[in-house]
């Protein structure tokens, strides 16, 4: 192949880095997600240190991290449509790296206590809830519409690097220095989007026009409701984030109770799904338009058969090619499903609209993780996996099958954005 074609290929995969606003903002991403995937390894090693491998005390970490979604997020998307976002995310993010602070403080002392770890969970959880929906709207902002789905697969990938080197990092750190280290870091980390963020060029953010009335969270559900191709992505992504996306439960008690790792062969585990995911972000790069409703429902059966597969891993190393092609396929699914839903929406419906998107995916982690803790300590921790692929394919066939009974069709051509106050030529 020739020097063109890699220049070629690369423009158009990094094509949205060409925006300055967006570099800065992915540029500190990446540093506080890095730091945000150390301390995932690192709390979830320091409970079942304290709890002597319980699955209970690890749900019900995650359960906790994750109950404000289900409380308060879809009044975060409302802010997000009334409010300016890149202050929420100043704001969001100053308080997470305060929180860590205080956490890595009590590590480090030696006094840490399991309440204190659900404290601090419950506490990330409720500026998540606020900050997750503002995140995703503003990416818009620093892009615009047609560069929007890049600029959302970069984010996937950026994520997913720091979701790599995250727990690869943290597994060697906790081995070494243990877990204090790793959580003092990861509140290092939140500085470098706060600076990030302060350093952009407001007068160049893509904003709409501001909104002529209250925003209010029932005019998103209603939208959605006139929307039957926004219900359907948004009914698998209930489904198979309720029962199969809760690897942030089973992939340590599958480490530490089948495979007898230590911290970094957990890590290993962690980011071999995370490289999967990496490389169906970068496949994403490519897409310049509103995924079908063929690939939202193709990526979950795909992400179904896989996830089951992994359950019945045979060894650690099958394990790791089975977690690295179930990581490609719940990325690339979720990706799909975001980019139907982000760019069919109306704009000035956008916030809430995603709002209800992250309420239904990770609002539902607490339920699913108290489901799938349930379900290991009964049955082991292989079937936190193979039930949980089970049932995504189950609701995949159902989608699929619906889709084919409908016709097949798309019911609404993406929406078409109202022109921004301010937008550059």
């Not at 020097?3 to 880095?17: E, Q, V």
Request: glycine share 12%; hydrophobic share 50%; with cysteine.
């Amino acid at each position: 192949m020739t020097d063109a074609f890699w220049r070629k290929t690369l423009g158009i995969t990094f094509r949205s880095l060409s925006v300055r606003n967006f570099r800065l903002f992915a540029a500190g991403q990446v540093a506080s997600v890095t730091g945000t995937w150390m301390m995932v390894v690192a709390q979830d090693w320091l409970v079942l240190d304290l709890t002597g491998d319980s699955g209970t005390a690890l749900a019900t970490v995650t359960a906790l991290q994750f109950t404000p979604m289900l409380l308060f997020t879809l009044y975060g998307g409302r802010l997000a449509d009334r409010y300016d976002k890149r202050t929420l995310l100043i704001g969001a993010n100053a308080v997470s790296g305060l929180l860590a602070l205080l956490l890595a403080v009590l590590v480090l002392g030696g006094t840490a206590r399991l309440w204190q770890l659900y404290v601090f969970a419950l506490g990330l959880g409720l500026v998540n809830a606020f900050e997750v929906p503002a995140r995703m709207a503003f990416v818009s902002e620093l892009v615009g519409t047609q560069l929007l789905p890049n600029a959302s697969a970069l984010s996937a990938a950026y994520f997913n690097v720091a979701r790599v080197l995250g727990p690869a990092l943290a597994g060697l750190l906790i081995s070494g220095t243990g877990t204090g280290p790793v959580m003092l870091l990861n509140a290092a980390s939140y500085l470098a989007t706060v600076v990030a963020l302060c350093r952009m060029r407001p007068a160049e953010l893509l904003r709409g026009a501001p909104p002529t009335e209250r925003a209010r969270v029932i005019d998103g559900l209603t939208h959605l409701r006139s929307r039957p191709d926004l219900l359907m992505p948004l009914g698998l992504v209930a489904v198979i984030g309720l029962f199969g996306l809760n690897f942030q439960l089973t992939l340590p008690l599958i480490a530490k109770t089948v495979f007898h790792a230590d911290a970094a062969a957990f890590g290993l585990l962690t980011s071999a799904f995370a490289a999967g995911s990496l490389l169906a972000a970068f496949a994403g790069t490519a897409r310049r338009g509103r995924p079908p409703a063929r690939a939202v429902t193709g990526s979950a059966l795909a992400f179904g058969v896989l996830e089951t597969a992994a359950g019945w891993a045979p060894g650690f190393r099958s394990a790791l090619v089975l977690l690295a092609l179930t990581g490609f396929a719940s990325l690339y699914f979720a990706q799909a499903a975001n980019h139907r839903i982000q760019l069919g929406s109306d704009p000035q419906y956008r916030g809430r609209v995603l709002a209800i998107y992250t309420l239904i995916l990770q609002g539902s982690v607490p339920i699913g993780a108290l489901f799938v803790g349930l379900l290991t300590e009964h049955l082991g921790a292989r079937s936190g996996l193979y039930v949980g692929g089970l049932i995504s394919l189950a609701a995949a066939l159902a989608a699929a099958g619906a889709g084919r009974i409908g016709g097949g069709r798309d019911d609404s051509a993406p929406a078409t954005p109202r022109p921004a106050a301010g937008r550059r030529p």
